[in-house]
């Protein structure tokens, strides 16, 4: 989040909606899947909705600006810190749960097992991994496709409209990285008049001109399918399974990541 374009990224959170921030339904699965994992939970970003799912909870962010405007502020049963995923500021077997909402698509797929290193020096053992995962199937609709299916108005909304893009850039590169400035480049290659596709789908205009954050951005999202992303995880994360977010819009592409640690 500290790359070129995210500093101002707290302006514009308020204007975010499922499937990008969690539905109520994803909160509740998280719930469903820390029980009994609850005492102290790590939590990979600030994500507000997120922030009271267990006794303790530490959120770890690198952006101070996210801490400071997105963040509902520290109380005795939580706090946020500024850091680093891939260099954690922690001792060994602290936490008794780790959570992030798409927190693995804000990384490059290839620092995946760096992160879940990590994981693994400051989760105990039996600790409960939950992540909620932006996902692309494994046969996804072309860019040309999801251009035709935008303007017949077959798409709910923008939000997912948006991830559903990404997924068939993905897919048409034959690799899970994207930059997101290319993703900006792509919708303004395909949809030069915004006007007209405020107007076909209903989107709000403001969400359409939301893209416009990726312009010039030098972040690098990953949407891996499932498949790569078990692929990613150690032996030492056991019983690594996807189960629903719930039934909003996109859900079928938002699965938990659930694995248990035994080192």
């Given at each position: 989040?500290?790359?070129?374009?995210?500093?101002?990224?707290?302006?514009?959170?308020?204007?975010?909606?499922?499937p990008?921030?969690?539905?109520?339904?994803?909160?509740?699965?998280?719930?469903?899947?820390?029980?009994?994992?609850?005492d102290?939970?790590?939590?990979?970003?600030?994500?507000?909705?997120?922030?009271?799912?267990?006794?303790?909870?530490t959120?770890?962010?690198?952006?101070?600006?996210m801490?400071?405007?997105?963040?509902?502020?520290?109380?005795?049963?939580?706090?946020a810190?500024?850091?680093?995923?891939?260099?954690m500021p922690?001792?060994?077997?602290r936490?008794?749960a780790?959570?992030?909402?798409?927190?693995?698509?804000?990384?490059?797929?290839?620092?995946?097992?760096?992160?879940?290193?990590?994981?693994?020096?400051?989760?105990?053992?039996?600790?409960?991994?939950?992540?909620?995962?932006?996902?692309?199937?494994?046969?996804?609709e072309s860019?040309?496709e999801?251009?035709?299916?935008?303007?017949?108005s077959?798409?709910?909304?923008?939000?997912?409209?948006?991830?559903?893009?990404?997924?068939?850039?993905?897919?048409?590169?034959?690799?899970?990285?994207l930059?997101?400035?290319?993703?900006?480049?792509?919708?303004?290659?395909?949809?030069?008049?915004?006007?007209?596709?405020?107007?076909?789908?209903a989107?709000?205009?403001?969400?359409?001109?939301?893209?416009?954050?990726?312009?010039?951005?030098?972040?690098?999202?990953?949407?891996?399918?499932?498949?790569?992303?078990?692929?990613?995880?150690?032996s030492?994360?056991?019983?690594?399974?996807?189960?629903?977010?719930?039934?909003?819009e996109?859900?079928?592409?938002?699965?938990l990541l659930?694995a248990?640690?035994?080192?």
């Open positions: 989040m500290a790359a070129k374009g995210w500093r101002d990224f707290h302006r514009r959170w308020a204007q975010l909606k499922p990008q921030r969690p539905h109520s339904q994803a909160v509740q699965a998280y719930l469903r899947a820390l029980e009994g994992k609850r102290h939970a790590l939590l990979l970003g600030v994500t507000p909705e997120l922030a009271d799912l267990a006794t303790q909870l959120a770890l962010d690198s952006s101070e600006a801490i400071a405007h997105i963040w509902p502020g520290d109380t005795q049963a939580r706090r810190i500024r850091g680093d995923w891939l260099a922690f001792g060994k077997s936490f008794s780790v959570i992030g909402d798409g927190s693995l698509n804000v990384i490059v797929y290839s620092d995946y097992p760096a992160l879940f290193a990590q994981l693994a020096r400051v989760l105990q053992p039996s600790a409960r991994l939950a992540l909620r995962i932006f996902t692309g199937p494994d046969v996804c860019v040309a999801l251009r035709d299916r935008a303007f017949s077959q798409i709910q909304s923008f939000h997912g409209f948006k991830w559903r893009l990404a997924m068939a850039m993905v897919k048409e590169n034959g690799q899970p990285d930059p997101v400035a290319q993703l900006h480049a792509c919708f303004e290659r395909e949809f030069p008049d915004r006007a007209a596709l405020a107007q076909v789908t989107w709000p205009q403001e969400d359409i001109d939301g893209i416009d954050a990726y312009a010039g951005n030098e972040a690098i999202y990953s949407f891996p399918t499932a498949h790569e992303v078990i692929a990613a995880i150690p030492s994360f056991t019983n690594a399974r996807f189960l629903s977010s719930g039934s909003y996109l859900s079928e592409r938002c699965p659930i248990d640690f035994h080192p």
